[in-house]
């Protein structure tokens, strides 16, 4: 079994570019829930997506989007970049809606520099 | 608006002593709550949860403590190993059935050989 993989490690953009992350979820697994990690804070909710359909939203603006795949891949993209999306993306993956019963399985993130 | 709070961003405990790591929330719709792990470099690793039905849980030396009447949970772990060193963060999940977990800030434990 294999775990949850994010491309690429790390990343520098400029403000105003836009931003693909890409998440292959461990096998089997039908949710990818999406969590950015500013420097000294903890994770926080981006999205969650279940069967390819988004499935519960944080506090994020529209710019922030996201695509999840048959294949159990996704995608974060984030459009006309500001400094604050500086952070480290998290994309976690659980075999079904994450909860009480279901861990998520987090990989280990992309930086993201915005300069 | 930080719903899940952990007030000690870092602690130091010897090998072989009792790590105490706490958490308070301020939300009283979470029901369920969860400990991870996180090592430089890696995503966070699942520990250990409890549910809001219970003020107890423990697996092997990991114990988490749960009262809600203080909206307070504890970490503890013994005895404590070099390799117990990470940022641990707490979780919790709303009652409402959404999946979002709201997670603190983390407390940096290093333990000491």
């Known amino acids: 079994e294999t775990g949850v993989t994010q491309s690429p490690t790390h990343l520098i953009k400029t403000r105003g570019q836009q931003v693909t992350l890409r998440c292959s979820s461990q096998?089997?697994?039908?949710?990818v829930s999406w969590y950015q990690q500013a420097l000294g804070q903890g994770p926080q909710f981006i999205f969650q997506?279940?069967?390819?359909?988004?499935?519960g939203r944080g506090n994020f603006p529209p710019r922030f989007s996201g695509l999840q795949f048959p294949n159990y891949s996704s995608e974060l993209n984030v459009n006309a970049l500001e400094l604050d999306d500086s952070a480290l993306y998290l994309c976690?993956?659980?075999?079904?809606?994450?909860?009480?019963?279901?861990?998520?399985?987090f990989g280990p993130g992309t930086r993201l520099l915005v300069l | 608006d930080q719903q899940v709070k952990q007030n000690s961003p870092s602690l130091s405990v010897q090998e072989g002593r009792i790590s105490i790591l706490n958490c308070d929330y301020t939300?009283?719709?979470?029901?369920?709550f969860l400990w991870y792990k996180k090592y430089p470099a890696e995503g966070p690793t699942f520990l250990i949860s409890?549910?809001?039905?219970?003020d107890k849980n423990e697996d092997g030396r990991f114990t988490v403590f749960l009262n809600k009447s203080a909206k307070h949970l504890s970490l503890h772990i013994v005895p404590s190993q070099p390799g117990d060193s990470a940022v641990y963060f707490c979780?919790?999940?709303?009652?409402?059935?959404?999946?979002?977990?709201?997670f603190g800030t983390g407390t940096r434990l290093k333990v000491l050989a």
């Open positions: 939300n009283s719709m979470f029901d369920y």
């Open positions: 997506y279940y069967r390819e359909e988004e499935n």
């Open positions: 409890i549910s809001s039905i219970k």
């Open positions: 096998s089997g697994h039908n949710t």
């Open positions: 976690a993956s659980s075999s079904g809606l994450a909860g009480y019963q279901e861990t998520q399985y």
């Open positions: 979780a919790a999940i709303p009652s409402s059935g959404t999946y979002k977990y709201i």
